[in-house]
């Protein structure tokens, strides 16, 4: 019998079932993304149309899929649903994707991925209204404390104590760079140049990652948003941008890659 290869195909299963329960988790996100800013409860009710109130079946609310089916609009009045609901979903199933070939199944694929989905309505909040809700960044930041005591190998250390100074530099060094920043940016421009919600995301992305990739995230961060600030500009002229959402995908960055930029950059290789 040539050889049929089982491994292959568990594998091939394993990352069908990964992206599955990213996009239901993305599908979850977007009900924060929407609730959240609201000050609605994120459990209850069920998704129901802004528009016409009616409850979202759960055959309407297929990740991916009932946005197709339904070309984009609500079954029964035919209000049109954002395409950010696709978008979320879809991009959260490729980070689970992304997360899980770096990863595997292990504690910080699940840690990390917590932490990425923060992010997610972090930055789509923050695109909608310019604000970062505290229940993502201040919790985040006590989130990230209590998991970098419990788990200190976040921090490359065995000792739970030093995990938790760890986390704590970065929050510190993380929020106190950006405040610094708006400091300063508000004595040279004469006017707010940064946002408190900006400060508490960079803390919390330290609480997670630790200072040194705190720092790195608050450096590749204009250059990620020039990058998307030059794509939102022509399509908008808007020079009005959230920064919220740089920080948060610069983050990501560092966190996969972050330990070899930093080489790249003292040691050249
Ligand atoms: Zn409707």
Redesign the pocket.
Known sequence: MAGFNFEALFQIALNIIVFIFGLLVGSFLNVCIYRLPREKSVVKPRSF?P??K?TIRWYDNVPLLSYIILGGK?R??K?KISLQYFIVELITGLFFLLFYYYLGLSLPFVIYLVFVCGLIVATFVDFNFRIIPDEISVGGIVLGLIISLAFPQLHNTQNHLLGLYRSFLGVIIGGGIIWLTGIIGDFIFKKETMGGGDVKLLAMIGAFLGWPLAVLTFFLAPLVGSIIGIIIWIKTKSSLIAYGPYLALASIVSLLWGGRIIRWILFRY
């Open positions: 149309c528009q016409c009616k609500c029964y009045c209000a």
